[in-house]
C-alpha cells in the first residue's frame, strides 16, 4: 500500500467557520519511546486544525491511526516519561505545551473536559459518582460541599439521571452502562469547560443508549455554547453530530472539510475507501439476498464490485435445529446456597438452519444471543430444550455425539485475539482441532492449514508466527480458519466482527459470504451491529429478554417490523448520512429489564403469529 | 477499540532492551550466576570445609584462611563456598518442588469443581499452621536432614502455590481460547497442560523467586532455632546460627555467611521484580 | 452478611478439625518421650517406664487422639504434662506479649510499606523506586535474628536508649510497654514492610494504569489526590490481604523475635513445648493459632466490604 | 517488689518440672532448694550437719538411728512440720533416688514415733545414710507435705508447697519464662553461718526471679543493662564481652565442675566387644574436644579419673592410654581386633548442646580416621532420650554411641549416678556388666570411712578402665556471671543455692 502524506493546510473559507478558535492545533508531532535507548517514534505527524466555540469536530480514522493520541496531547496526558509533544496547542490563544503542570492541570477539567471511551472503567468505583463530580467542580471553583453537593445534582438532572438526588451516593457499580456515560457527561460539563473532548463516548454502548448520549451531547452543546472535539470511527455517529471531519490514517491527516463535503465527495481514496465500507442501515432495501461490500482500494480509490450471495439451499434437511430451548443460570445465596432465582438468559427459543443460510441473532446486551450460541455447542448446559445437528440430538450423556456436533458446527469469538492462546504460533492453533480429533496426520494438517490460510487471504509462510504479530483483521481471520479446519457445516460467529475496523470489518464480512457460497456454509451471525446484519443475513431473529420476539427473512424484518421492540431498535441505529443528522430520534431514557426471575417463575405463554411468510412475531396471551 | 493489547505477553520481542531497562535485575543475575559457579566449582578451588583442627580455631583472616577459621577450626571460606552448594540447593530444590507439587494441586482445584472444596479446606489447614513451627516440629519428627528441611520448608509454601495456580486456572478456563480449544474437540489434558499451564508460568516465575529467597532464609532461621540441617553440613544458615556466639570475637564466622546469605536472597529478589516488571505488560501503560 | 459469616465459621471448624488431626498426628510420629525428658539424665530405664505409665503415655495412639478431641470440642485443651497448667491458661498468659508484638510490629510495618509503596509505584522506573524496593528487599534479606542482634547492640548496649530484652505487660503503662516492644517490632517489621510495600507498589501500579485515574487527571485532580484518593483505596483490597496474610505470618514468625528479645509469647511457649514435646502444649497452640489465622482471614475478607463498595456477601 | 531487694537469675534452664523427687533435673534441684529444706547438709567441707533436725541418735549397731525435728517448723501453708511428713518424704526419696535407693535395700523400717521424731532401722550398718540424707546432688532428700509425699514416685507432684526459706509465687510464677520466689518470713534459719549446703539458709532478698531465657547472647547483653542480675553458665566465648566490663563480676562457682561422657551400647556390636571401648580410650583427644567449645584452657582440662578430678575420689589408676595421648592407629587396631566389620557406627549427635554436638563432630572425624563408618544421627534432647532406651541395632532404630554430662560432683559418687552401675541391661544407658565392678560398688559404700572407700574407687578405676563402661569428654568449669553488687553466691558443686545472697 502507498503511504499518502497529505500536509494539511487550513481552509480559509468555511462556512461553519467561526470568529475565533476556541482550540487551535498547528504542527503537532507526538512521539513515543520505550526506553531512553531507543529513538523517537512519531504516531501523530504534523497534523493541525481548528475548533471554533459551538462547533463539532469529529475526528475518525481506522484504530490505531492516532486519534486518541491527538486529544490526550491536547490534554498533556501521555506519560512524561517516553513521549514527546512538539507544535503548538494554543486554547483561547495561551500555549498549552508551554504551561507548567500546576497551571496545566487548571486547564484539564476546567477548560477542557473528556469524556472516554469506556464508561464502565472510566469512572473510579471506590466513590460514589456524585463525589467525583463535587471534586471535579470544587478542583476548579471554590465552592463549598455543600454548593458543589447542589450543582453535582443539578448537572445530573441535567443528563437526564432518573433520581438524580438518590444517585449522588450510589457507587458506579449500580449503574447502567448508559447511566454511567451519563455521569461521565456530567463531570466534563461540571464547570461549563470552553471545550469538551469526546473520545469514542458511545462505541462500548448499545445502540439505544448511544442514540440517548448523542442526542444529549448535541443538546447540551447548544445550551452552552462549547467547542467539541468528536473522535470515534463510526461513520455514523459522525454523520450524526459533526460540523466538521477530519480524517486520520496512520497519524496523518489526509482530508479535512465540512462534514457534508467528506461523506458526499470525499476526494482522498482512504476517505471513500472508508465511506465504502461503512455499512448503511437500509441500502439493502428492496434486496433479497445478502450482498458483499463493494470495497475501495485506498491506492488507487477504484471501487470493487457489490455481489449478491446465494439463496440458501432449501431442498436439504436443516443442518442444526434448536427446538424450545431454554437456559437459565441458578443464582445463589444464603447459609445453604439456597437457588433464590435464576437468570432466564435463553427462553423457549426455536429456529432452524439450512445448508448456505445465514440467519442473525440481534438484540441489545444481555438479550442471550451468546448464551444461545453457547448453548449449541454446549459449552453451557441446557435447561431444556433440544439441539439437533444433522438430525442428530446432541446430548449430555454422548460424549461422541458432542464431539461429531462440533465437528460439525464451529464457532468464532468475538474478540480474535482473546480466542487465540497468545504462546501458540498460529499454525499449530489452527491444526489443533484437526490433530485432535485425529482426522489425519501431521502432515496432513499441515497441508490442510497451509491450504486453509491461502483461502483465508493469509501466507501460509505466517504459519510459525505468534497471535500479537498479526492485526485484528488478520487475526480474526485465523479464527476462521481454525473453525474452518474441521470441515463444519454451521459456522456460529458470535460478534465476529464486532471489534474490527469498519474497513476491515467489510473484508472479514465479504470473506465470510464467499466461504459460504463456495462451502455451503450455515452461518448463526450473533451481532448487534445492526447494519452488518442486514447485509450479511438471509434470515434475521430479534431476541428480547431471552425470548425470540420476532423471526423472519431479513427484508421482511427490516423493512416492516412488526415488534415493538424490533421497531424501536431500528429507529436507534445512527444512519451514516450527514443530512439526516438533525432528526431527533426521540427515545425515551428507559433502562434495561433485567432476565432475573425468582424461583417457581413461569414464563408467560406466548405464540408467534406469521404476519407474511416465514415472518413471524411473537404474541403474548 | 480493543484492549487486546494488554493481554500480550511482549516476551519475545527485543529482549537485550529489556536487559537495558532492567539494571537491577541483570546485577541480580550476574551475582547468583556468579556464585551458583563458584558452588559448582566449590570442590575444585574452595579448600575442605570439613576438617576440624580446634588448635586452629578462630583464626582472623590470612592468606591461609581468607576468611579465617570458625570455632572448630575449619576454614570459613571453604565452607561459605560449600555452603553456596547446601544454600542454593534448598532454596532452589524448595522452589521447583513447591511449584511443581503446588502446580498439579492446584489445576486439579482449579478445573475440577467437584475436588476444589476438599482440596481447599486441606490446604486451608496446612496454611493455618504457622509454617516455622510445622517446619520445626517435622525435623523434630523424622530428624535433621537436608532433605527433611527442604521438605519442611516446601509444605506450607504448597497451599500458596496452589492458591496462585487455582485462582490462575479459574480465571483462564474461561479464556475464549480455552473455549475455543473445546469446541474444537481438544482433550481436557491437552487443554490443561498446552492452553492453561502455561498462563500460570508468569506469576510462578515470580512466586518462584520468593519462595527461592525465603527458602534459604527460613532454613537458616530454623538453623537458629536448633531444627535445621546436621551440624556437619555447610549452610550460611548453619554457620551464622553455630558462630553467633563467636560474634564478638571472631566477627567473620558470622559475617561471613551473612553476607553470602543477604547477597543471595538480594539477587533472588531482585531477579524477581525484575521478572515480574518484564512479565507484567501493565508496566507499559503506567502513569 | 451475618449468614456469611456463620458459613465461613463452620468452615473454620472443617479446618481446625483437620489441622487437630495433622497435628497429632506428626506429633506423635515423632520421635521423643517427655517423660524420659522430666525422669532426667540420671534416672534409669525402671524408673522412666514407671513415668510413662503415669502419664498415660502408654495408651494407644487413637484412644490418646479421641480423648484429646473429646476434650477440645468440649472446650478444654488439656493440661501440660510437664507443669500439669491447663493448656488454656498458659496460652493466655502468653497471648498479650505475642499479640502486643504483632501490633506494634503491624503499626510500625503498614504506614511505611504502604508509603514506600506508594511512592515507588508513582514514580515506577526511576532511581527513587529502585532505591525504595532495594531496601524494602534489604530488609527481607537479613535473617531476623542477625537484625535483632544488631539492633540490640546498637540501641540496647551502645547507646542504652532501648531495654535488651523482656515484656511488660501494657497495665503497667503504655511506655513501659512499648519501650519493650520497639526494637523487636521493627527487627520483625523489616520483613513485613518489604512484603506490604512490594505489594502495593504492585498493586498501585495496576489501578494507577486504570481509566478512572486518567479520568480523574482529566478532571484535573492533584497528584497526591489521585494517588492516596483514588489510587490507593482501589488497590485496598491486595493490600489487605497481604496485611491479613503477614498478621497470620506474624504469628507463626514471632517465635525467632520472642527468642531474641526474650519476649514471653506463645511462640516460645510452643518451641519449648516441640523441644520437650509436651503434646497437649503443643496441640494447643497450634489450634489456637490456626483458630486466629482462619479469624484473620474472615476479618480480612470482611474488610473488603469496606474497601470496596461492590463487594457483598 | 523494689529492684535492690529482687534478685533476677537467668538460669541454664526452664524449670519444667516441680516436682524434685521425680526428676533428676538439677534446675528442678535448685527450685527444690528454694523451697524445702532437708533433713542434714553437707557443708563446704563435706562434713555432714543436721538442718531441720535439732538431734539424733544412733544405736550401738549402727542399725536405728532416731531423729528428732528442731520446734517450730512450719510448712508455707502454716501446717507445722511433722515426722510423719518426713517418713513420707524419705520413703517417697528412698523409692526413687538412685543411692537412696541403695540405702533402701537395707532398710527395715521407717516410722514416726511421735509428732517430732522418728527412726529409721536398718538390716545392716549403712555408715553414708547421713551423707545421702544431707547430699545436694539430685535428686536431694527434701522434705515435703505427708499429702504430696505420699504420692506415687512415678508420678509428678505439681505442688510446691515446702518449709524451706522461700516460697514459691505461683500467681507470679510464668510458666517457661519465670519463676518467682519469696522469701519466708516464718523460716527459722539454723544459727550458724551459711556453709555449704548447710548452715543458716538466711534468706537476704525479698524476691528471687528464675528467668528462662532462651538465648545466651540476649541474656548477657540483659546482665550487662543491668536488667537482669545473675547468669548462671556463660559460654566462654561471651565472657569476653563482659571481662571488660566493671559492673559485672565473674565466678566459677562450681568447683568440680561438669564433665561429658560417651556412652556405648555394650550391647551391638562393634562395642559388645571391650576392644572395640578400649579403641576409644584412645581415639578421644580430650583437650581437643574441649578447646573445641571452651577455647582458652584455663575453662577446661583433661581429665581421665572415672571420679573426675578435683574430687574426693580422684584417681590416677589405669591412665596409660590417657597420659600416651591421641593414639588413632591404636584405637584402628583395637577396632580390628574387635573384629568391626565396616557397619556405620551410629552417633546420635545431640545438637541443642553445642559442648556435645562439636564433640560428635570431632568423634565422627576421628572414627574415620581410624577406619570406621559414620553416621552422624542428630537428634534434639527429647529425641535423644527417646532413642537412647531402644537396646537394638542402630540399623533398626538403636543407637552405638550417645553423649552427655554430668556434674564433677556426681560422679564422685559410684552409688548415687545411675550411669556408674554395671548392672548389664538392668543398668543405665549403654548397659555395661561387670560383676567385678557391682562388687566394688557395694564394698564402696559399706566402707566405713572416706580412706578406705578412696582406696576403694582406685581398685574400681583400675579395672573400670579395663571393661571400659563409658569415655570421657573432658572436664570444663561454667563461669557464672553476676552484677558486680551481688555478694554472698555460694559455690556448691550441684546447686545454686539463693540463701544468703545480698546486694550491696
Ligand atoms: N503510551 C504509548 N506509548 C507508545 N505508543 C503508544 C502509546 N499510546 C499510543 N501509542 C501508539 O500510538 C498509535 C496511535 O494510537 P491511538 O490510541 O491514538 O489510536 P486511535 O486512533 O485512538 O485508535 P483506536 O480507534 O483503537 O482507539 C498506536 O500505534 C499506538 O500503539
Ligand atoms: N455464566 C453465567 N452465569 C450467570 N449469568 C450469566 C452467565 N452467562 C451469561 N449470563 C447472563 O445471561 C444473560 C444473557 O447473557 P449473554 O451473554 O447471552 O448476552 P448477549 O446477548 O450475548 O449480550 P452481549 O451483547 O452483551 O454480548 C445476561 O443477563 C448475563 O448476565
Ligand atoms: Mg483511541
Ligand atoms: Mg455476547
Ligand atoms: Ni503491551
Same mark, same amino acid.
Given at each position: 500500500?502507498i ?6 493546510q487550513p ?5 461553519t467557520r ?14 513515543f519511546?520505550?526506553?531512553i535507548?531507543?529513538?523517537?517514534t512519531?504516531?501523530?505527524r ?21 486519534k486518541?493520541?491527538t ?18 496547542i ?17 486547564v484539564?477539567?476546567g477548560?477542557?473536559a ?11 468505583p471506590?466513590?460514589t ?10 478542583g476548579?471553583l ?8 447542589q450543582?453535582?445534582?443539578?448537572l ?9 438526588k ?5 457507587y ?14 456530567a463531570m466534563?460539563?461540571?464547570t461549563?469547560?470552553k471545550?469538551?473532548i ?5 462505541t ?5 443508549i448511544q ?6 451531547v ?7 455554547g462549547?467547542?467539541?472535539?468528536f473522535?470515534?470511527h463510526?461513520?455514523?455517529?459522525v454523520?450524526?453530530v459533526a ?8 497519524g496523518?491527516?489526509v482530508e479535512d ?20 465500507a461503512?455499512?448503511?442501515?437500509g ?15 485506498t ?11 446465494a439463496?440458501p439451499?432449501?431442498?436439504?434437511p ?7 430451548l ?10 445453604f ?9 435463553v ?5 432452524s ?8 441473532l440481534?438484540?441489545?446486551s444481555?438479550c442471550?444471543?451468546s448464551?444461545?450460541?453457547?448453548t449449541i ?20 450423556t ?6 461429531s ?6 464457532m468464532?469469538?468475538q474478540?480474535?485475539f482473546?480466542?487465540?492462546n497468545p504462546?501458540?504460533?498460529i499454525g499449530a492453533?489452527i491444526?489443533?482441532p ?7 496426520g ?10 486453509l ?13 505468534l ?10 481471520r ?5 473453525a474452518l ?8 460467529a458470535d ?11 467489510a473484508?472479514?464480512c465479504?470473506l ?6 463456495s ?5 448463526l451471525f450473533?451481532?448487534h451491529?445492526m447494519?452488518v446484519?442486514?447485509?450479511v443475513?438471509h434470515?434475521v ?7 425470540i ?6 427484508s421482511?424484518v427490516f ?18 448520512d ?15 429489564k433485567?432476565?432475573f426471575?425468582?424461583p417457581?417463575f413461569?414464563p ?8 407474511s411468510?416465514d ?6 396471551c | 477499540?480493543?484492549?487486546?493489547a494488554?493481554?500480550a505477553?511482549?516476551?519475545r520481542a527485543?529482549?537485550?532492551?529489556f536487559?537495558r531497562?532492567?539494571?537491577?535485575m541483570?546485577?541480580g ?6 556464585i ?7 570442590p ?6 570439613a ?11 590470612s592468606?591461609r584462611y ?6 572448630l ?16 540447593a ?10 511443581a ?10 478445573y ?10 486441606v490446604?486451608d ?6 509454617a516455622?513451627?510445622?517446619?520445626i ?10 532433605g527433611v ?8 509454601e504448597i497451599?500458596r ?11 483462564v478456563?474461561?479464556a475464549?481460547?480455552v473455549?475455543a ?17 502455561p498462563?500460570?508460568v ?12 525465603s ?16 551440624p ?9 546460627a553455630?558462630s553467633r556466639?563467636?560474634l564478638?570475637r571472631?566477627?567473620?564466622?558470622v559475617?561471613?555467611p ?7 536472597v538480594?539477587?533472588v529478589?531482585m531477579?524477581?521484580?525484575?521478572l515480574?516488571?518484564?512479565?507484567d ?7 | 452478611?451475618?449468614?456469611y ?6 468452615a ?6 483437620l489441622?487437630?488431626l495433622?497435628?497429632?498426628?506428626l506429633?506423635?510420629?515423632?520421635p ?9 539424665d ?5 524408673q522412666?517406664?514407671?513415668l510413662?505409665?503415669m ?8 484412644v490418646?487422639f479421641?480423648?484429646?478431641?473429646g476434650?477440645?470440642v ?21 497471648m ?5 508484638l504483632a501490633?506494634a ?6 504506614p511505611?510499606?504502604i508509603?514506600f509503596?506508594?511512592?515507588?509505584a508513582?514514580?515506577a ?7 525504595l ?13 542477625v537484625?535483632?542482634y544488631?539492633l540490640?547492640w546498637?540501641f ?5 536508649l ?5 515484656f511488660?505487660?501494657i497495665s503497667e503503662?503504655?511506655?513501659p510497654?512499648a519501650r519493650?516492644?520497639?526494637l ?6 523489616m520483613?513485613?514492610?518489604?512484603l ?6 504492585t498493586s498501585?501500579?495496576e ?6 485515574i486518567?479520568?480523574?487527571?482529566a478532571?484535573g485532580?492533584? %497528584?497526591p =489526590?489521585i494517588? $492516596?484518593?483514588?489510587a490507593l &483505596?482501589?488497590?485496598?483490597v491486595?493490600i489487605?490481604? +497481604? *496485611?491479613g496474610?503477614g ?7 514471632v ?5 531474641v528479645?526474650?519476649i514471653?509469647? %506463645?511462640? =516460645?511457649l510452643? $518451641?519449648?513445648a516441640?523441644? &520437650? ?7 494447643? +497452640? *497450634? ?8 479469624f484473620?482471614?474472615l ?7 469496606l ?6 456477601y | ?5 529482687t534478685?533476677?537469675c537467668?538460669?541454664h534452664?526452664d ?7 521425680a526428676?533428676?533435673a538439677?534446675?528442678t534441684?535448685?527450685?527444690?532448694a528454694?523451697i524445702?529444706?532437708?533433713?542434714f547438709?553437707?557443708?563446704?567441707d ?23 525435728l528442731r ?9 507445722p512440720v511433722?515426722a510423719?511428713d518426713a ?16 540405702l ?5 523400717d521407717?516410722s ?7 527412726s529409721i ?19 536431694i532428700?527434701?522434705?515435703?507435705r505427708?499429702?504430696d ?13 515446702g518449709?524451706?526459706p522461700?516460697?514459691?509465687n505461683?500467681?507470679?510464677?510464668r ?14 534459719a539454723?544459727?550458724?553461718?551459711a556453709?555449704g549446703f548447710a548452715?543458716g539458709?538466711v534468706?537476704k532478698?525479698?524476691r ?6 532462651p538465648d545466651e ?5 540483659a546482665l ?15 565472657l ?8 559485672v563480676?565473674l ?16 550391647l551391638?556390636?562393634p562395642?559388645n566387644?571391650?576392644?572395640a571401648?578400649q579403641?576409644?580410650?584412645y581415639?578421644?583427644?580430650?583437650a581437643?574436644?574441649?578447646?573445641a ?6 575453662h ?5 579419673s572415672?571420679f573426675a578430678?578435683?574430687?574426693t575420689m580422684?584417681?590416677?589408676a589405669?591412665t596409660g ?19 568391626y ?5 551410629v552417633?546420635?549427635q ?8 562439636n564433640?560428635?563432630?570431632l568423634?565422627?572425624q576421628w ?14 534432647w ?8 531402644n ?6 532404630g538403636g ?20 550411669g ?7 543398668g ?9 565392678h557391682?562388687q566394688?560398688r ?9 580412706a ?7 581398685e574400681?578405676?583400675?579395672n ?11 572436664q570444663w568449669?561454667?563461669?557464672a556471671a553476676?552484677r558486680?553488687d ?7 558443686p550441684?546447686?545454686?543455692?539463693f540463701?544468703?545472697?545480698s546486694?550491696?
Open positions: 500500500m503511504v499518502l502524506r497529505t500536509v494539511w481552509t480559509e473559507d468555511r462556512a467561526m470568529t475565533k478558535p476556541v482550540l487551535s492545533v498547528r504542527d503537532l508531532t507526538t512521539s519511546r520505550p526506553d535507548y531507543s529513538p523517537w512519531p504516531v501523530v504534523n497534523i493541525g486544525f481548528d475548533v471554533a466555540a459551538g462547533e463539532t469536530l469529529a475526528i475518525v480514522g481506522e484504530s490505531g491511526s492516532g486518541s493520541v486529544s490526550l496531547s491536547v490534554m498533556r496526558l501521555l506519560p512524561p516519561r517516553g513521549s514527546r509533544i512538539e507544535g503548538e494554543r486554547l483561547a490563544g495561551r500555549d498549552l505545551l508551554a504551561l507548567p503542570e500546576q497551571e496545566m492541570r487548571k484539564r477539567g477548560d477542557i473528556m469524556i472516554f471511551q469506556e464508561p464502565m472503567t472510566s469512572l473510579n471506590m466513590m459518582v456524585g463525589e467525583q463530580i463535587a471534586e471535579a467542580i470544587r476548579h471554590s465552592i463549598g460541599s455543600a454548593e458543589a453537593r450543582e453535582t445534582i443539578r445530573f438532572e441535567k443528563v437526564r439521571l432518573p433520581n438524580a438518590e444517585r449522588y451516593d450510589v458506579p457499580h449500580k449503574l447502567s452502562g448508559g447511566q454511567r456515560q451519563r455521569v461521565m457527561i466534563a460539563l461540571a461549563r469547560p471545550l469538551l469526546a473520545d469514542e463516548p458511545t462500548a454502548l448499545d445502540v439505544t442514540g440517548q448520549i448523542l442526542d444529549l448535541k443538546e447540551l452543546q447548544e445550551e452552552t462549547m467547542a467539541v472535539l473522535i470515534t463510526d461513520m455514523g455517529v454523520a450524526e460540523d466538521r471531519t477530519l480524517v486520520m490514517l496512520r496523518d491527516v472539510g465540512p462534514t457534508a463535503e467528506i461523506f458526499g465527495n470525499g476526494r482522498h481514496p482512504y476517505t471513500r475507501a472508508l465511506l465504502a461503512v455499512p448503511r442501515l441500502s439493502m432495501a428492496g434486496r433479497a439476498l445478502p450482498s458483499t461490500f463493494g470495497l475501495i482500494d491506492a488507487t480509490g477504484s471501487r470493487g464490485a457489490e455481489r449478491e450471495a439463496p439451499v432449501a431442498d436439504k436443516a443442518v442444526l435445529e434448536v427446538k424450545n431454554t437456559t437459565r443460570f441458578a443464582v445463589r445465596s444464603g447459609l446456597s439456597k437457588v433464590t432465582g435464576a437468570v432466564h438468559a427462553e423457549n427459543v426455536s429456529f438452519l439450512q445448508p448456505g443460510e445465514t440467519l442473525s440481534v438484540g441489545e444481555g442471550g444471543k448464551t444461545t450460541g453457547r455447542l454446549r459449552l453451557t448446559k441446557p435447561f431444556s430444550g433440544t439441539v439437533l445437528v444433522n438430525g442428530q440430538e446432541v446430548g449430555a454422548d460424549r461422541e455425539a458432542l464431539k456436533a462440533r465437528r460439525a458446527v464451529q468464532v469469538f474478540d480474535p482473546a480466542s487465540l504462546r501458540i504460533p492453533s491444526a489443533e484437526f490433530l485432535e480429533q485425529k482426522l489425519g501431521k502432515a496432513e494438517a499441515r497441508d490442510k492449514t497451509a491450504a490460510m491461502h483461502r483465508v487471504g493469509l501466507l501460509p509462510t505466517m504459519m510459525s508466527r497471535p500479537h504479530e498479526f492485526s485484528g483483521g488478520q487475526r480474526q485465523i479464527c476462521i480458519a481454525r479446519m474441521l470441515d463444519p457445516k454451521v459456522i456460529i460478534e465476529a466482527v464486532s471489534a474490527l475496523d469498519v474497513s476491515i470489518k473484508q472479514v465479504n465470510l459470504m464467499e466461504l459460504q457460497e462451502l455451503g456454509l450455515a452461518y450473533i451481532s451491529d447494519a446484519v442486514e447485509r443475513s434470515r431473529a430479534v431476541m428480547y429478554l431471552g425470548e420476539v420476532e423471526i423472519g427473512p431479513r421482511a423493512e416492516a417490523p412488526q415488534h415493538s421492540y424490533t421497531k424501536k431498535l431500528m429507529a436507534a441505529v445512527p444512519v451514516p450527514p443530512s439526516r443528522r438533525r432528526m431527533r430520534r426521540n427515545t425515551e431514557v428507559e433502562e434495561i433485567s432476565p426471575r425468582i417457581g413461569v408467560p405463554k406466548s405464540v408467534y403469529k406469521e404476519v411468510k415472518h413471524f412475531v411473537q404474541v403474548r | 477499540m480493543t484492549n487486546a494488554q493481554l505477553p511482549p516476551v527485543g529482549i537485550p532492551r536487559l531497562r532492567h539494571p537491577t541483570i546485577a543475575g550476574t551475582v547468583l550466576a556468579a551458583a559457579l563458584a558452588a559448582l566449582l566449590a575444585f578451588f574452595a579448600g575442605d570445609p576438617t576440624m583442627m580446634p588448635s586452629e580455631r578462630l583464626q582472623s583472616p592468606a581468607w576468611l579465617g577459621t570458625d570455632h577450626g575449619r576454614d570459613v571460606f571453604a565452607r561459605v563456598v560449600h555452603g553456596a552448594r547446601v544454600s542454593l534448598v532454596g532452589i530444590v524448595v522452589a521447583v518442588s513447591s511449584i507439587i503446588g502446580v498439579v494441586i492446584g489445576m486439579i482445584a482449579g475440577f469443581r467437584k475436588a476444589d472444596p476438599v482440596i481447599m479446606r490446604m489447614a496446612l496454611m493455618a499452621i504457622p516455622i513451627l510445622l517446619a516440629a517435622l525435623v523434630a519428627v523424622m530428624r535433621a536432614s537436608v528441611v527442604m521438605l519442611a520448608i516446601v509444605i506450607p497451599p502455590v496452589v492458591r496462585l495456580v487455582r485462582s490462575v486456572v479459574l480465571s478456563r474461561e475464549p481460547y473455549e480449544a473445546q469446541v474444537g474437540g481438544t482433550r481436557l489434558p491437552v487443554i490443561l497442560v498446552r492452553h492453561i499451564l498462563s500460570t508468569p506469576p510462578l516465575i515470580v512466586q518462584a523467586t520468593y519462595i527461592c529467597a527458602a534459604i532464609i527460613v532454613e537458616s532461621t530454623l538453623s537458629f532455632l536448633g531444627a535445621g540441617v546436621p556437619e553440613t555447610p549452610t550460611w544458615g548453619s554457620m551464622i553455630q556466639m563467636y564478638p571472631a566477627p567473620w564466622t559475617f561471613a551473612g553476607f553470602a546469605l543477604a547477597l543471595v538480594l539477587s529478589n531477579l524477581g521484580d525484575g515480574r516488571d518484564l512479565l505488560p501493565r508496566m507499559s501503560r503506567r502513569m | 452478611m451475618i449468614i459469616i456463620l458459613r465461613r465459621l463452620g473454620t471448624l472443617i479446618v481446625m478439625g489441622v487437630g495433622m497435628v497429632f498426628v506429633l506423635h510420629l515423632a521423643g518421650d517427655p517423660a524420659a525428658v522430666i525422669a532426667g540420671n534416672a534409669t530405664p525402671e522412666i517406664a514407671q510413662r505409665q502419664l498415660g503415655l502408654d495408651d494407644p495412639l487413637p490418646q479421641l480423648r484429646w478431641m476434650d477440645v468440649q472446650g478444654d485443651l488439656g493440661v501440660s504434662i510437664y507443669s500439669n497448667e491447663p493448656v488454656a491458661q498458659l496460652i493466655m498468659q502468653r498479650e506479649a505475642t499479640v502486643s501490633i510490629t503491624l503499626a510500625f510495618a503498614v511505611i510499606a508509603a509503596g506508594v511512592i515507588a508513582h514514580r522506573g526511576t532511581t527513587v523506586d529502585r532505591i524496593m532495594l531496601f524494602s528487599v534489604m530488609g527481607f534479606s537479613l535473617p531476623a535474628f537484625l535483632g544488631m540490640s546498637l540496647a548496649i551502645e547507646w542504652k532501648l531495654p535488651v530484652q523482656g511488660t505487660p503503662g503504655i511506655w510497654w519493650n516492644l520497639i523487636p517490632s521493627v527487627t520483625l517489621g520483613t513485613y514492610t518489604a506490604i510495600a512490594r505489594i502495593t507498589r498501585m501500579l489501578v494507577l494504569s486504570e481509566d478512572f486518567r479520568t480523574a487527571r478532571k485532580v492533584a %497528584v =489526590r494517588l $492516596v484518593k483514588h &483505596r482501589n488497590a485496598g491486595p489487605a490481604t +497481604v *496485611i496474610i498478621i497470620a505470618l506474624l504469628i507463626g514468625g517465635v525467632v523475635t520472642e527468642t528479645f526474650n514471653p509469647g %506463645v511462640g =516460645r510452643v $518451641v519449648d516441640i523441644a &520437650r514435646r509436651d503434646y497437649p502444649v503443643i496441640q494447643g +497452640v *497450634i489450634l489456637v493459632f490456626s483458630g486466629i489465622y482462619v484473620v482471614n476479618a480480612t475478607d470482611l474488610s473488603y466490604t474497601i470496596d463498595p461492590r463487594i457483598r | 517488689t523494689a529492684r535492690s531487694t534478685l533476677r537467668v538460669m534452664a524449670l519444667a518440672s516441680l516436682d524434685p523427687i526428676t533428676t538439677s534446675i534441684a535448685y527450685h527444690g528454694l524445702y529444706d532437708t533433713l547438709g553437707h557443708d563446704a563435706s562434713i555432714t550437719r543436721p538442718q531441720m533436725v535439732s538431734d539424733y541418735t544412733v544405736s550401738d549397731d549402727g542399725l536405728t538411728y532416731v531423729f528428732i520446734k517450730g517448723l512450719k510448712f508455707h501453708d502454716g501446717q511433722t510423719r517418713v513420707a518424704s524419705i520413703k517417697r526419696w528412698g523409692a526413687r533416688d538412685g543411692a537412696g535407693q541403695h533402701f535395700k537395707r532398710v527395715a521407717v514416726a514415733k511421735d509428732d517430732s521424731s522418728f532401722v536398718l538390716n545392716e550398718p549403712y555408715p553414708l545414710i547421713l551423707d545421702w540424707l544431707g547430699k545436694s546432688s539430685p535428686s532428700c527434701f522434705i515435703m505427708e499429702a509425699a505420699s504420692t506415687d514416685p512415678g508420678k509428678p507432684i505439681t505442688e510446691a508447697v518449709s524451706g522461700y516460697m514459691f505461683r500467681a507470679e510464677t510458666t517457661g519464662s519465670q519463676y518467682v520466689y519469696d522469701r519466708n518470713p516464718e523460716y527459722v539454723v544459727a550458724e553461718p556453709s548452715g539458709k534468706a532478698f525479698e528471687i526471679i528464675l528467668q528462662n531465657m547472647q540476649t541474656a548477657v547483653s550487662q543493662a543491668g536488667e537482669i542480675d545473675f547468669i548462671e553458665k556463660i559460654s566462654p566465648e561471651l569476653s564481652q563482659l571481662e571488660g566490663d566493671s559492673s563480676k565466678e566459677v562457682l562450681n568447683k568440680t565442675g561438669a564433665m561429658g561422657w560417651l556412652r556405648m551400647n555394650t551391638q556390636p562395642f566387644n571391650v576392644k571401648r579403641a576409644m580410650l581415639l578421644i583427644d580430650q581437643a574436644v574441649m578447646q567449645t571452651f577455647g582458652d584452657p584455663k577446661y582440662k583433661g581429665c581421665a572415672l578430678c578435683g574430687t580422684e584417681s590416677d589405669n592410654w590417657f597420659k600416651g595421648g591421641q593414639n588413632i592407629e591404636k584405637a584402628a587396631a583395637l577396632f580390628k581386633e574387635a573384629g566389620d565396616g557397619t556405620p557406627v552417633i546420635m545431640q545438637t541443642t548442646l553445642p559442648v556435645l554436638s564433640a560428635s563432630l568423634l565422627a572414627l574415620r580416621q581410624a577406619g570406621v563408618n559414620v553416621e552422624l544421627v542428630p537428634l534434639d527429647a529425641g535423644i532420650v527417646a532413642r537412647r532406651s537396646k537394638g541395632k542402630a540399623s533398626e543407637w552405638n554411641i550417645f553423649m552427655t554430662y554430668a556434674s564433677g560432683s556426681a560422679y564422685n559418687n559410684p552409688i548415687a549416678l545411675a556408674h552401675a554395671a548392672t548389664g541391661e538392668k543405665w544407658f549403654g548397659w555395661p556388666e561387670d560383676a567385678k557391682e566394688l557395694d564394698a564402696w559404700a559399706a566402707a566405713p570411712d572416706l578406705s572407700r578412696q582406696k576403694i574407687a582406685h574400681m578405676q583400675e573400670a578402665w579395663n571393661f571400659v563402661p563409658h569415655v570421657y569428654l573432658g568449669f561454667d563461669t553476676m558486680s551481688v555478694n554472698g553466691m555460694i559455690g556448691l550441684d546447686l545454686v543455692p540463701w544468703n545472697v546486694r550491696g
